[in-house]
């Protein structure tokens, strides 16, 4: 369970893009102008709790997840490099 002084991953990302960095992983999954993207919305989490809320197109539920775990991956390592612990995770749906 995480405690309620997680700090909030906004201070360690300050100065990066998070949105641009998804539509970078996400670019490989969507290069197909024949396939119909869906839209997915996806809840970041940072040790457990949510962080924001993410929305973007894939082709399928299974390339969705894909992009989210690269995603995430990516911010992680972001964070290690920073020295900051890399807790973030990922749920379906919208950050509550």
């Known amino acids: ?11 360690f990302l300050s100065g990066i893009d998070v949105e641009s960095q998804l539509s970078a992983v ?9 396939v119909t993207n ?15 809320t993410f929305q973007f197109a894939a082709p399928s539920p299974d390339a969705g997840a894909l992009t989210m775990d690269q995603f995430v991956q990516k911010l992680n390592a972001t964070l290690a490099a920073s020295g900051y ?3 973030l995770t ?6 509550s």
Not at 1 to 11: G, K
Not at 38 to 52: E, I, M, N, Q
């Open 26 to 34: 996400q670019a490989g999954a969507t290069a197909d102008d024949t």
């Open 1 to 11: 369970m995480p405690d309620d002084a997680s700090p909030d991953p906004t201070a």
């Open 38 to 52: 869906l839209t997915f919305v996806a809840c970041v989490l940072y040790s457990g709790r949510p962080w924001k």
């Open 85 to 87: 612990p890399p807790n």
């Open 90 to 95: 990922w749920t379906s749906g919208a950050c």
